[in-house]
Structure formats: C-alpha cells, structure tokens
C-alpha cells in the first residue's frame, strides 16, 4: 500500500481523497491543513486531519505527500521545502516559472534523498507528453495547444490572491477562428492573443476598488496580461448559482508532414466535466511512481518526462503486455 498525505483541502484536495478510494493499493492517511484542523471535515472515516506545522518534523508516516496549494504563492515554497522532508509531488501549472521551479525542488529532494515530481497534471502533464510524442514523431510540423471552454483552477486561485477580490471563476476559451485554422492543416502563425481569450467573473469585497481589481487581473503576467481578458464584476450569490461547476479540457493538435511529403495530423482532446476530479486522478497515478522510484532508491526532482508509463499501472508488467500492449 501506498500511504498518502494531502496538504491543503480545497477542491482539489477532495479530489485527491475520491482518487485514492478507487485504487486498492492506495491509502490515504491525513489531511494537513493551515485552517483549524477541527473545522475541516473530510469525507473519508478514520482520516486523521493534522495542522500543516505536523509535516515539520519530516516523521509523519507518509509515502507521498501531494501539495494541493496554488501555483501563484503557495507551491514555490512548499515544494521546496517539502521535498526535503517527503517524496513530493505537486502540480504547479505556471509554464514560464518551470524551469526555475524544478531547480528549487531539485536542490531539496536530491540534497535529502528524497523523490519529487512537479507540474503533474493534465496541462502541464498530459498534454506535455502529448507534445513531446508529437513533435519526435512529426518532426516537421508544428504544434499547437488549446485550453477550454472551462474554469482554469490556477488562474482562478490568482484572482483570489488579490485585494479586494472575496471571490472569482476564469473561464478560459478557445478562439474557435483559430482553432479551426490550425486543424486545417494550413500551420498558422499565432500569437498567444489569438488563440484564447480570458473571462473572469469576480465577486469584490465591499469597498473595495473595482478598477483597481480589474487592473490587477488584465495586467497579471503570466496569466493575463498577454491574452484579451473581459472581467465580470457580480455578487457571490450569482457566481454560486451560474459558475458552481469545474469543467475544463482542451485540444493539443501537432500538423506536419512525413518525410515523403505526406500530410499529418495529431490531435489528442480531453472534455472533463470535473478540472479538479481529472487532475486529482493524475496526480494519484503519478503518486503511485514516485513511490515506487523511492523505493527503487531514485532520487531528485522529476517531471512526467522522466517517468516510465508501466510505473503508473498498478498491473504487473505482464499483465500490461498481455492486456494493454
């Protein structure tokens, strides 16, 4: 059994909980929380929920711990600083900032012999798998990825994160005109503008400065500042009542040609009507590889790159070539 530890108990977190009661040899053991844990109740019997603070001591008996926070603030520091304690795995989704994330949690999990996958997920994830397949396949093409129509949980969680803001869903939409282009097998050249748009429905804290709200959102880099973003100013209940549910998808498509010159296309699409659920089954599969490569004494920050897809399955390797080869 693998004995998981969830830190942070939002919609993804209860994600995460539903994910491991479909995987017999998974177990969750706690729930870490920075709220007062006597408030939070979880849907599992026999779950304990500890403070954060509990992780300190890097004694608690986890295998993985799966860090549910936002990637604006909360997982640049807790990736790092968990991955010196735990075997770690999160799904920071802020593409720039990458590169610079794994290199933090890098120096922690391989300076404590510990193992530690970021960006998992279906978007960084699956569809960067998707791409890397693509492009090695169709080596002369180009590649293309959109998101939605669907709620970005990231993007959402950065709104939140300003003053002033008591609540807020991001819809992330396709340009359609472009998408369209692209399957065409024409390989457009676009800009990042013109492949998505960005709507934000927004729920203010009483005084606070609209304009000022909505400034802070269309002028966000790396979430908004590059994209044509409408911003919604309405009451929470309107938000719960039009904007309750978490679906999201989305498309990556590859074009090209092979080396006779015959056309090609790649496409591989995901329609979810659950971002959270989805995204909570990934990391629990990929929870499950990384505690099977710190048990084969690996060591370091990984991505889903690096991670065979048998380590994934918790078939045998014969049974995997013998149903799914």
Not at 122 to 142: E, H, K, M, Q, V
């Amino acid at each position: 059994m693998t004995r998981v530890g969830i830190l942070g108990y939002g919609n993804l977190g209860r994600g995460i909980e539903l994910a491991v009661t479909q995987n017999d040899d998974m177990e969750l053991v706690a729930v870490y929380t920075r709220r007062d844990p006597a408030t939070v109740k979880v849907a599992t019997e026999g779950v304990a929920v500890k403070p954060a603070s509990a992780l300190d001591s890097g004694e608690e008996p986890i295998d993985v711990l799966v860090l549910c926070g936002g990637s604006a603030t909360d997982l640049p520091e807790q990736t790092p600083k968990y991955a010196a304690l735990y075997n770690v795995i999160d799904s920071f989704d802020t593409h720039a900032n990458i590169p610079q994330h794994f290199a933090a949690v890098d120096a922690a999990a391989a300076g404590a012999g510990k193992v530690a996958l970021i960006s998992c997920g279906w978007d960084p994830g699956l569809f960067s798998l998707n791409r890397l397949y693509a492009t090695c396949i169709l080596p002369a093409g180009a590649d293309y990825t959109f998101w939605g129509k669907g709620i970005s949980q990231g993007h959402s969680d950065a709104i939140r994160r300003i003053d002033g803001v008591a609540d807020a869903k991001q819809y992330t939409i396709p340009v359609e005109e472009a998408l369209e282009a692209v399957r065409s097998g024409s390989n457009p050249e676009l800009t990042t503008r013109q492949k998505h748009t960005r709507e934000c429905w927004v729920v203010l804290e009483e005084g606070a400065d609209a304009e000022a709200v909505r400034k802070a959102i269309v002028e966000m880099p790396n979430y908004f500042a590059d994209y044509d973003t409408t911003v919604n100013f309405i009451s929470q209940e309107e938000l719960d009542r039009d904007h309750a549910g978490l679906p999201h998808g989305g498309f990556v498509v590859r074009t090209g040609k092979s080396a006779a010159g015959s056309p090609m296309t790649i496409e591989y699409s995901l329609k979810l009507a659950s971002n959270p659920e989805f995204t909570s089954s990934v990391l629990i599969a990929y929870a499950r590889a990384i505690a099977r490569l710190a048990g084969e004494g690996a060591s370091g920050c990984k991505t889903v790159f690096d991670i065979a897809p048998a380590y994934l399955s918790p078939l045998s390797d014969e049974e995997i070539r013998a149903h799914l080869l």
